[in-house]
């Protein structure tokens, strides 16, 4: 079984452009959630999707969105973006016992 | 908020048992615990998790204290790719599902 794809794994932005991150969860599962993860603050959450819908969001600006498509997919989207902005971005996928399934992560690095 | 604490940092021998510890005091009854570990450059990676009584895998296993407010994550044998840092986090069971990430714990294994 294919495990959770995250794309792109490396990217480098410039202060006040925008960047989608992309993520396929596992076949079947049908929860999906992003965290932020930094050296000063650790792993933080930012949203989760069920079904096309967003379940729970975490404390985040709504420079943050992500989105869920039919398949499961998911998308996030970082606006005008921050030099704090830099960061891993990890999903991970879930089944309905509820364990956290991870990607290895998409790290952005806003210059 | 459920929150959980754990020591910054362990040290254990190789091919040693080794038993990391998690309190979490404030914890709801139905909250699961969750241990998730997470080595360098890689996403977090499950390793077990449980609700009221002790669980084993493959990997670990997890005793749970009597009142819940403590439960302790056991590497029967651990060795050098056990190093990693270990997160104890609380599944919040309610209609806003969020899971709350500590600081976890750096595990050290010495040859």
């Known amino acids: 079984k294919a495990g959770v794809t995250q794309t792109p794994r490396y990217l480098i932005k410039t202060r006040g452009q925008q960047v989608t991150l992309s993520c396929s969860p596992i076949?079947?599962?049908?929860?999906v959630s992003w965290y932020q993860q930094t050296p000063g603050q650790g792993l933080q959450f930012l949203f989760e999707?069920?079904?096309?819908?967003?379940?729970n969001k975490g404390n985040f600006p709504g420079r943050f969105s992500g989105r869920q498509f039919s398949n499961s997919r998911s998308e996030m989207n970082v606006s005008t973006l921050e030099l704090g902005d830099s960061a891993l971005y990890l999903c991970?996928?879930?089944?309905?016992?509820?364990?956290?399934?991870f990607g290895e992560g998409s790290r952005l690095t806003v210059l | 908020d459920a929150k959980t604490t754990q020591p910054n940092s362990m040290e254990s021998n190789e091919e040693e048992p080794v038993h990391l510890p998690c309190n979490h005091s404030?914890?709801?009854?139905?909250?699961?615990i969750h241990w998730y570990r997470q080595l360098p450059s890689q996403g977090p990676e499950y390793v077990i998790h449980?609700?009221?009584?002790?669980v084993n895998n493959r990997m670990a296993s997890l005793a749970i204290a009597e009142d819940r407010k403590s439960s302790t994550l056991i590497l029967h044998r651990a060795t050098l790719r056990d190093a990693a840092v270990y997160y104890c986090?609380?599944?919040?069971?309610?209609?806003?599902?969020?899971?709350?990430w500590g600081a976890g714990t750096k595990l050290i294994i010495k040859p």
């Open positions: 991970a996928s879930s089944p309905p016992t509820g364990e956290l399934f």
């Open positions: 076949s079947g599962h049908r929860s």
């Open positions: 999707y069920f079904s096309e819908t967003q379940r």
């Open positions: 404030t914890i709801s009854g139905t909250d699961y």
């Open positions: 449980g609700l009221t009584s002790n």
């Open positions: 986090i609380l599944r919040v069971m309610d209609s806003n599902y969020q899971l709350i």
